[in-house]
Nanobody
Framework: QVQVVESGGGSVQPGGSLTLSCTAS????????MSWYRQAPGKEREFVSG???????TYTDSVKGRFTISQNNRKDTVNLQMNDLRPEDTAMYYC????????????????WGKGTQVTISS
């Protein structure tokens, strides 16, 4: 069973910074691609940033230049450094781990965390 656990949310003022962390833990030999999504009240969940197995990163336009995604060497923990936070960044942030196809693992299976709240307010 795969567990995806986020941490690091909180409340900061506009212009502040937060770092979110996400760890995918399981007992299989699957590798994962990790991504962050967010959902604000009354809105649909949206993609924020992702990093593939080789370290290539993608960002939604609204966070480019402000957010940075990174992963550890074991590729089971991903961080999202968020700088210059704005009120519109307020949302529940979710981490998603997607299995990578290999000889040991079916690809394309998603596992979601329960989310961590980020609130930007003065």
């Amino acid at each position: 069973q795969v567990q995806v656990v986020e941490s690091g949310g909180g409340s900061v003022q506009p212009g502040g910074s937060l770092t979110l962390s996400c760890t995918a833990s399981d007992r299989t030999r699957c590798n994962y691609e990790m991504s962050w999504y967010r959902q604000a009240p009354g809105k649909e969940r949206e993609f924020v940033s992702g990093i593939d197995f080789f370290g290539s990163t993608t960002y939604t336009d609204s966070v480019k230049g402000r957010f940075t995604i990174s992963q550890n060497n074991r590729k089971d923990t991903v961080n999202l450094q968020m700088n210059d936070l704005r009120p519109e960044d307020t949302a529940m942030y979710y981490c998603k781990a997607t299995t990578v196809l290999s000889g040991f693992c079916n690809g394309g299976v998603d596992y979601w965390g329960k989310g961590t709240q980020v609130t930007i307010s003065s």
